[in-house]
C-alpha cells in the first residue's frame, strides 16, 4: 500500500518515534482492541488445589528377640549333633562373624563328669580344640591324677558355655550370656551328667550369677538341676601356680562325689 506522506515527512515521524523508544513495528493500521471482547479467549477454569496422596503408612519391620529364637532352635535340637548344627545356623551373636571355628564340645558325650569351661580363647580358636597348647597339658594332668581323661572308659564331657572366642579375649555381654543360655542348657539336658565342673569365672557367672573364683570354687553347689563344683581352670592355674593347691583339694572333692554317686 502506497503511503500519502512523503519521503522526508515519513522520515521525520520515523526518527520522532525512535527518540520516543520505539523499537518494533507491529503494523501498518491500527487496531480497535475494544472491539475484539467478543473474541477473547475464555479464561482457563481454575485448578482446585487438592491435598496430595497420603504416603502409605511405613511397614514397620518385625524385631526378633535373639533369645527366643535360641530357645527354639535349642529345644527343636534332638541330639548333640543337631544342637550343633543349630549352633552353625544361629545368625543373632556377632562372636560368630568373628571367630575362625565353631568349638562344642570334646572328651566323650555321655560321660558322668560334664566340665563347663570359659568361651574359647585365641589359640583354641585357631586350633579349632578345646584346651589346646599348655592348658590342656595341664588340664590332662588334673584329670590322670584322678584317674579320668579327655578319651577312654574314664573320659570326661567339657563344653565352654559360648562356642565362639569373643574378640580379644573379651568378657561376654548380658545380652550374649542370654542368648546362648538356651543352647547351655540345652547341651547339658542332652550331654546328660552326673555332675558339673564349673572351670571358670564365665560358667560361674551364667549358671549361678556369681563371680570370684576365689570364693565359689571348691564349694559345691547346684546349677541346671545338678551338683556342681566351681573350679580354678588350668589357663588361671598356669599364670598363678600357688593355686594348684586348691585345684588339688577340688579335685580329690570331684573324686569323692563320683564315688558317692556310684
Not at 524385631?63 to 548333640?80: I, M, N, Y
Not at 552353625?88 to 558325650?109: P, Q, W, Y
Request: proline letters at 9%; hydrophobic letters at 50%.
Amino acid at each position: 500500500m502506497e503511503s500519502a506522506l512523503d519521503y522526508w515527512t515519513a522520515k521525520a515521524l520515523l526518527d520522532w518515534q525512535v527518540e520516543m523508544g520505539v523499537d518494533e513495528a507491529i503494523g501498518d493500521a491500527p487496531i480497535d482492541r475494544y472491539a475484539l471482547e467478543d473474541r477473547k479467549p475464555a479464561p482457563k477454569p481454575a485448578v482446585v488445589a487438592t491435598a496430595p496422596d497420603a504416603p502409605p503408612a511405613p511397614v514397620e519391620e518385625e524385631v526378633l528377640d535373639p533369645v527366643a529364637v535360641a530357645q527354639l532352635a535349642a529345644q527343636a535340637a534332638s541330639d548333640l549333633a543337631g544342637l550343633r548344627a543349630a549352633l552353625a545356623a544361629f545368625e543373632h551373636c556377632e562372636m560368630k562373624t568373628a571367630a575362625r571355628n565353631l568349638i562344642f564340645s570334646d572328651g566323650v558325650a555321655g560321660a558322668p563328669v560334664m566340665v563347663l569351661t570359659d568361651p574359647p580363647d585365641r589359640d583354641d580358636d585357631r586350633a579349632g580344640q578345646l584346651f589346646s597348647g599348655r592348658s590342656g597339658v595341664l588340664l590332662d594332668k588334673m584329670l590322670a591324677a584322678i584317674g579320668l581323661s579327655r578319651s577312654g572308659a574314664a573320659a570326661i564331657y567339657a563344653a565352654p558355655i559360648v562356642p565362639w572366642n569373643p574378640p580379644q579375649n573379651r568378657d561376654l555381654s548380658a545380652a550374649e550370656i542370654a542368648m546362648m543360655l538356651p543352647f547351655l542348657e540345652r547341651h547339658i539336658e542332652l550331654a546328660a551328667p552326673k555332675v558339673l565342673v564349673l572351670m571358670g569365672n564365665a560358667p560361674c557367672h551364667t549358671l549361678l550369677k556369681k563371680s570370684g573364683m576365689t570364693r565359689l570354687r571348691g564349694k559345691w553347689v547346684e546349677a541346671a538341676s545338678l551338683p556342681a563344683l566351681p573350679m580354678f581352670p588350668p589357663v588361671h592355674l598356669l599364670a598363678q601356680p600357688a593355686a594348684k593347691r586348691e585345684a588339688w583339694a577340688d579335685l580329690l572333692a570331684l573324686k569323692a562325689k563320683l564315688k558317692d554317686l556310684q
